[in-house]
């Protein structure tokens, strides 16, 4: 046979023997395998079985298992003899000998033989949907968690395993086929709807548009001029805005504008889409994802018409006033006549809507409000979006505060074991920097909550409005009356003092708050306010990682941060900061683990980026690697570290999680976070950069959240121009059904 020849096909039934290597975000993996199948192979044992390496890029497979493989022989240089796959579709077991094989890769042999004697045909049952759960007290050594193991395996092995060959040619991997199964997680059936309709592949989270259409019209031609095809583009079209943009409407014009550009053979059925369809909502000339609209407008009347309910006063005047003396007196200093008309009327509404700017003691006055609930022994559960956040309720009340997805008890991809069928048990529930929260997470929230519960929603209504769809927040403070919400106005005499505050607030009514720019600037009567002006970005960026590295020495990395709008592609994002930063803490020759974009080295400070519910671990906790090694994972020798978590919001032990190499895609270098990460945080240093590389990114409101974030110290890096662009850029005023309704 010609070894190198790629047309060659050669088909074969495969038994894995071990697993090399597997990336689940590229598909790429080594197996070694056996067959006695008729190909060639160099080396082959006396009786005949065939020994060799699967190498390429294919779907999961199970060491122990069975695969009808079709591939051509290769030789490569370094590794010699080897097959490249075309194709690999797992093998059902076909015997007790299979089922025994493929189980003892997963769990302890004698365990295998006692579930295999409960259950003679247990694979195949879980195949054909025959079985889901197993009585536990019949087979010795198998619990919940090891069932569940075992099921997923299975599943993932012979049913996902159809789809993942389907979309391969995609870059289709199991992780993004996850979020399908949630949607539909009888893979037999999500293969049929591929299949029917290969563009519901636009709900994995990175597939754009144009890559689903490239593959959707290869798999069926005829959707090319489709009503199907337009539909989905618009879906697609009107959640990018959503999510991108916050958007959660558009004119009829600019959306068939985009039709017009994108899909064009699809204008034909424009009109009647528009008008006879389920999935949007139309408003004179404005349309939108249904979706979108009601989770909109639920949320408004919902608090509209929990605020018109009757009040059941919980506090005595006598009651409130003990509140306010404690929180006086714990934290050192008295309320002004604002802030105590803002307590008392919020202990006294079954919903509140607090609003402030920088300075003016919204953290201050949730104190008191916290202490006429827990001194008269009534429950107030406290939250906010972001790990940060939560913690800043912690330190500036003395009260538990947690996130709201553990508020809720988050179990999963927008599933909550508190919901409108299991109700979250307290008097009050308490959110903070509410301009934070997306729409749907403030439907979720606002599900769980009891009828009469009481609300507090705190935040600054110019703060960065949410990441996702909407700005519920912002738009009740713009939408409610006078009598639904209480506003701060008036800053805090040591806010009045900071040049911190000062700028800020100046900042967010789009006001100058420096005469002209300069080498070095210093404002404030506490002299906290730093400004440093180049034209040079690797300027900024020196300076800037020469103050962390000085100020980290001094005060540690716990008290110090770099905030700059952008996340990666240019100099001055967190990438290269936090690079260039890590490699300046740590020599060489310091322990480290790899995925394919970050190095991170033992000690590093690292922030989780994505929820984990499985693990119970949440966006914007921020930890140290405490331990970088190798051990057995799933029988395979595999790098891990730990990373030990401090300070949890809800908890005052340190909380230490293990990592393997496909986990740390969830982790990321902390030393420079992006603005939008450490909103509703607070750290003693702040050292902001902007620059015009971060242009679609400048405005007043970025700019306040950045110096917001500083508790004792900012130093502003910018490039003068960058600088007067977010000072003359009004906040962004998102298109939203809420704020579209008349006053």
């Not at 059902?92 to 003679?120: C, G, H, M, V």
């Not at 307290?426 to 749907?440: K, L, P």
């Not at 592609?569 to 930063?581: F, G, K, V």
Request: charged fraction near 25%.
């Amino acid at each position: 046979m010609n070894t190198n020849d790629k047309n060659d096909v050669r088909q074969f039934e495969a038994l894995i023997l071990s697993e090399k290597y597997y990336n689940e975000d590229s598909a790429w993996g080594c197996f070694m395998f056996s067959t006695k199948d008729d190909v060639y192979c160099p080396n082959t044992q006396k009786d005949g079985t065939k020994i060799c390496c699967l190498v390429g890029k294919m779907q999961h497979l199970q060491v122990g298992a069975t695969y009808n493989v079709k591939a051509t022989y290769q030789v490569h240089k370094l590794y010699g003899g080897q097959y490249n796959p075309v194709s690999v579709y797992a093998v059902a077991p076909k015997d007790r000998n299979t089922q025994l094989l493929f189980l003892e890769s997963l769990i302890a042999p004698k365990i295998a033989e006692n579930l295999l004697n409960a259950y003679p045909n247990i694979v195949n049952d879980v195949i054909d949907g025959n079985i889901s759960e197993i009585d536990y007290s019949t087979v010795k050594g198998v619990g919940k968690a090891t069932w569940k193991k075992i099921k997923n395996k299975i599943t993932d092995n012979y049913l996902v395993s159809d789809i993942i060959v389907m979309l391969i040619p995609l870059g289709v991997t199991y992780t993004m086929i996850k979020k399908l199964l949630e949607n539909e997680p009888n893979p037999v059936l999500l293969k049929q709807n591929l299949e029917n309709n290969p563009y519901i592949l636009t709900k994995i989270k990175g597939f754009g548009f144009k890559k689903v259409d490239g593959l959707s019209l290869k798999l069926k031609p005829e959707l090319r001029t489709s009503i199907e095809r337009l539909a989905a583009f618009i879906v697609f079209y009107l959640k990018e805005l959503g999510e991108n943009e916050g958007h959660t409407y558009v004119t009829i014009d600019n959306l068939q504008e985009a039709v017009s550009k994108n899909v064009p053979e699809c204008t034909p059925y424009f009109n009647e889409l528009i008008e006879n369809n389920i999935f949007l909502y139309k408003e004179k000339n404005k349309i939108g994802l249904k979706s979108y609209y009601e989770t909109e407008m639920s949320i408004f009347e919902e608090i509209k018409s929990r605020f018109k309910e009757e009040c059941k006063q919980l506090f005595t005047d006598e009651q409130i006033e003990n509140a306010i003396k404690s929180a006086e007196t714990e934290q050192g200093f008295e309320y002004t006549d604002e802030q105590r008309e803002v307590i008392k009327t919020s202990l006294k509404r079954n919903v509140s809507i607090i609003s402030g700017i920088a300075g003016s003691g919204k953290s201050s006055i949730m104190r008191a409000i916290i202490k006429a609930y827990s001194q008269n022994n009534y429950v107030l559960l406290a939250s906010a979006l972001s790990a940060m956040a939560a913690q800043r309720i912690s330190e500036a009340s003395s009260y538990e505060a947690m996130t709201i997805h553990r508020t809720l008890g988050a179990q999963g991809f927008d599933i909550f074991k508190y919901n409108k069928n299991n109700k979250l048990i307290a008097q009050a529930v308490f959110i903070d920097e509410g301009s934070m929260v997306s729409a749907i997470l403030f439907r979720k929230w606002l599900d769980a909550v009891g009828n009469d519960t009481r609300i507090i929603i705190s935040g600054d209504h110019k703060q960065l409005p949410p990441i996702g769809y909407g700005n519920i927040f912002s738009d009740l403070i713009e939408r409610l009356g006078q009598d639904s919400k209480s506003v701060l106005t008036k800053p805090m005499r040591q806010a009045q003092m900071s040049g911190i505050l000062s700028d800020a607030n100046m900042i967010r009514e789009n006001r100058n708050p420096i005469k002209a720019p300069a080498s070095k600037l210093v404002t404030g009567q506490l002299q906290d306010m730093h400004y440093m002006f180049r034209n040079d970005r690797q300027s900024l960026f020196n300076i800037a990682v020469k103050t962390y590295l000085l100020t980290a020495s001094k005060d540690g990395t716990d008290n110090v941060v770099i905030v700059v709008p952008r996340k990666q592609n240019c100099l001055n994002s967190t990438e290269r900061l936090n690079a260039y930063i890590q490699d300046k803490l740590f020599d060489e020759d310091v322990p480290s683990i790899s995925n394919s974009l970050i190095t991170f080295r033992l000690g590093a400070r690292v922030m989780q980026t994505v929820n984990d519910y499985e693990r119970n671990i949440f966006n914007g906790e921020i930890g140290y690697i405490t331990e970088i090694g190798k051990k057995i994972f799933d029988r395979n020798p595999e790098e891990y570290c730990l990373v030990t978590f401090k300070n949890v919001a809800n908890s005052s032990k340190n909380k230490i999680v293990t990592y393997r190499k496909k986990d740390l895609a969830a982790l990321d270098l902390a030393y420079a976070i992006t603005t939008h990460k450490i909103q509703g945080g607070g750290i003693d240093t702040v050292i902001g950069i902007i620059d015009n590389t971060h242009y679609q990114l400048l405005d007043n409101c970025m700019l306040y959240t950045m110096l917001t974030r500083a508790k004792k110290r900012c130093l502003l890096l910018a490039e003068p121009n960058a600088f007067l662009k977010c000072i003359r850029t009004s906040h962004n005023k998102r298109n939203t059904w809420i704020r579209n309704l008349k006053k």
